[in-house]
Structures are given as structure tokens and as C-alpha cells.
């Protein structure tokens, strides 16, 4: 099996910065495409960004400026640095990942990490 794991969210005020981490583990060929989905109460799941393996990105208008998705493809991890961050970007925040393992292709999802942006 393949896992996700989550870190890096917490309370931060208006205007602040988190980083968050997903790493990926298990058996691993290769991973393609990884991204970072959220979803805030009473909302649905919306992707917020996206990054393939070679590094080419994209945003969700909102986050567009503010937000940076990277990748370490040797750590199977994916980072989301959050700048200047908005009461609206509270949600619990998901990675996923397009996992190549043997002969099976697998799209796991992280546990999330909760993100609350307050004064």
C-alpha cells in the first residue's frame, strides 16, 4: 500500500505564513502529478494547486500570488507554502499524489491537516 501523510497546519493570524507537507510511502515506482485540495466547512473539495513531475504548476485563482506548491521527487514529497494568508483560507487541506507501484496505478489521499486562519 501507499500512504500520505500531512503536517505542517495549525492556527496562524491573518496575513501569516504556514508551510505544509505531504510524503508519500510504500512501495513507489514513481509518482506523476501531486496536488493539494482543501475543503473548508460546508464547502466542497476544490483543488488549490497542482504540480507535475517536472515542476510545471497551477494555481486556483484565489491562491494565485500567495500560495507555492514544490516538490522534492527523491523525498516523495510534496510542500504547499502559504503566504499572506486570508480568514477564507481555512479548511482542511489534502494531498494527493498519481502513484505508479508495480502494475498498479493508485491515487491515495492524506488523512488532512487542518488549517484555521484567525485573529
Known amino acids: 500500500q501507499v500512504q500520505l501523510v500531512e503536517s505542517g497546519g495549525g492556527l496562524v493570524q491573518p496575513g501569516g505564513s504556514l508551510k505544509l507537507s505531504c510524503a508519500a510511502s510504500g512501495r513507489i515506482d514513481t509518482i506523476s502529478d501531486m496536488g493539494w485540495y482543501r475543503q473548508a466547512p460546508g464547502k466542497e473539495r476544490e483543488l488549490v494547486a497542482a504540480i507535475t513531475r517536472v515542476g510545471r504548476t497551477t494555481y486556483v485563482n484565489s491562491v494565485k500570488g500567495r500560495f507555492t506548491i514544490s516538490r522534492d521527487n527523491a523525498k516523495n514529497t510534496v510542500y504547499l507554502q502559504m503566504n499572506s494568508l486570508k480568514t477564507e483560507d481555512t479548511a482542511v487541506y489534502y494531498c494527493?499524489?498519481?502513484?505508479?507501484?508495480?502494475?498498479?496505478?493508485?491515487?491515495?489521499w492524506g488523512q488532512g491537516t487542518l488549517v484555521t486562519v484567525s485573529s
Open positions: 494527493n499524489a498519481q502513484v505508479h507501484s508495480g502494475y498498479r496505478y493508485l491515487e491515495p
